[in-house]
């Protein structure tokens, strides 16, 4: 399963990163989402973890423009800042998760397989 990260910071992003690919997942990690939308423009990703703060370009801006372009993503809105709008806003613009920060990989990678659920079911009725 390929998994696009977009986390600014150093040590959430290098960590969880890590740990997802010792799940087996292929994990692009970037750190902002000017350099996500790229991404998106020339992979084909099942899941899209993204940080709701981040310089440049929000996470709900980045998440409006990748849904654009591969509209069956699962996405998993991330956030240290415990603010009801953003999770909200985050859900409302294409978000199937939202999880607040720090987080446990346990944690996350059960929502990286609740968003992916039915294309595992679809799949596996195949």
Request: hydrophobic share 45%; charged share 25%; proline share 3%.
């Amino acid at each position: 399963m390929k998994i696009l990260l977009v986390e600014d910071e150093e040590n959430p992003g290098s960590l969880l990163k890590e740990e997802l690919e010792e799940q087996g997942y292929s994990i692009t990690w970037l750190r902002n989402g000017v350099d996500a939308v790229l991404a998106a423009l020339d992979n084909r990703f099942d899941v899209l973890i993204v940080d709701m703060v981040m310089p440049d370009m929000s996470g709900i801006n980045t998440i409006r423009i990748i849904k654009k372009i591969i509209p069956g993503i699962g996405i998993v809105a991330c956030s240290g800042k415990v603010e009801k709008d953003i999770m909200i806003d985050s859900i409302m613009t294409g978000a199937a998760a939202y999880l607040n920060k720090p987080f446990s990989t346990s944690k996350m990678i059960s929502q990286i397989k609740w968003v992916t659920r039915k294309k595992v079911s679809c799949s596996s009725n195949l």
